[in-house]
């Protein structure tokens, strides 16, 4: 992996981490705000919000020590170090999110039966001021962090965006209630947040299942690596082909190639650069290649070229 590439993974890493500082005091400070203005009004919609808050709290902290835990140097213990723990942080927090989700439902379902009387005025206040809290944090966030690539940040930033609609249906909901005495609209405006961190919470925990599964990495094009490496000038085939990711923006691959026998050592290393750099675009940092010779080739091949072709795989090497 480049120099270049690792300095930028770091100032990535370390803008990650301030943000999620930032992010993480200012909705603790308005959480707490959120739950007492909740009770005094009797709003489940401030109440929901302030749930989610909670958790969005929570999860700000554990991807904030996910990135200090991921600092960690390797070790024999661990080869990789503890970049997966970013992972490991990113699928609880969607675990959160679902059960957040759930248990609004639930309160939500209660109280379908028996609408309250919701102090209408002090919800709209607190709702606008949780709004604009959420606007600055998740303004912070898309600025200082990378929510795109990086799992974890984007688990957290999901929890955020989630408040960010709980404080509009709750401003939605007041006014409603103000002008119309809806009383059922508090607990429709909680329901419509409920659904939203669901779809949030159930997107980012199978994006986390699918890296601790070693599953190939969302943004990388089997075809187009396999494609790439027998373009190469040397090349004679290619089998046993793995690629995953340590963590968000860390992919890896593994792969046998098969050269001509009368190869020399040094065109071989210069056909290995070839192939790494070609793979470098293809957003693979990290890679480990076998070099064969056809009078020698592997004989099991875990998943070899015409599979790919096929749009099969044969795990041979299990059969073995």
């Known amino acids: 992996m480049g120099a270049g590439h690792h300095h930028g993974h770091d100032h990535t890493h370390g803008a990650n981490k ?20 909740g009770i005094l009004t009797n709003s489940l919609a401030l109440l929901a919000d302030a749930g989610h808050m909670l958790s969005d709290s929570i999860s700000l902290l554990i991807a904030l020590l996910a990135f200090i835990l991921g600092e960690r140097a390797a070790n024999y213990a661990k080869t990789y170090g503890y970049k997966r723990f970013e992972i490991l942080a990113a699928i609880l927090n969607g675990a959160t999110l679902l059960i957040v989700s759930l248990f609004i439902f639930y309160e ?23 709004l604009l809290v959420n606007v600055i944090v998740a303004f912070t966030m898309l600025r200082g962090g990378d929510t795109k690539e990086n799992l974890n940040m984007r688990a957290a930033f999901l929890h955020v965006l989630g408040d960010l609609l709980g404080s509009v249906g709750a401003i939605i909901a ?3 209630m103000i002008f119309f005495h809806w009383t059922w ?8 947040v409920a659904i939203l961190i669901l779809v949030s919470g159930w997107r980012v925990t199978k994006d986390s299942v699918h890296i601790l599964m070693e599953g190939t990495p969302l943004n990388v094009n089997l075809k187009d690596i396999v494609r790439k490496i027998e373009r190469v000038n040397g090349i004679k085939g290619i089998h046993d082909l793995h690629v995953w990711s340590i963590t968000s923006g860390k992919n890896a691959l593994s792969c046998h190639i098969i050269v001509d026998g009368n190869m020399m050592v040094e065109e ?6 070839t192939i790494e750099d070609d ?5 693979i940092g990290h890679v480990t290649i076998q070099v064969e010779t056809d009078t020698h080739p592997h004989g099991n091949s875990i998943m070899c070229q015409a599979d790919y072709e096929m749009g099969t795989e044969h795990h041979h090497g299990h059969d073995h």
């Open 268 to 273: 071989s290393q210069t056909l290995l650069r």
């Open 18 to 37: 301030k943000t999620l500082l930032i992010s993480f005091l200012i909705i603790t400070a308005f959480m707490i705000l959120e739950v007492v203005g």
């Open 174 to 176: 007041a006014l409603l």
């Open 279 to 283: 793979l470098r675009d293809e957003g």
């Open 108 to 130: 939500a379902f209660q109280r379908l039966f028996d609408p309250p009387e919701v102090a209408s005025t002090g919800m709209l206040i607190i709702a606008v001021i949780g």
């Open 185 to 192: 609209a508090d607990t429709a405006a909680s329901v419509l």
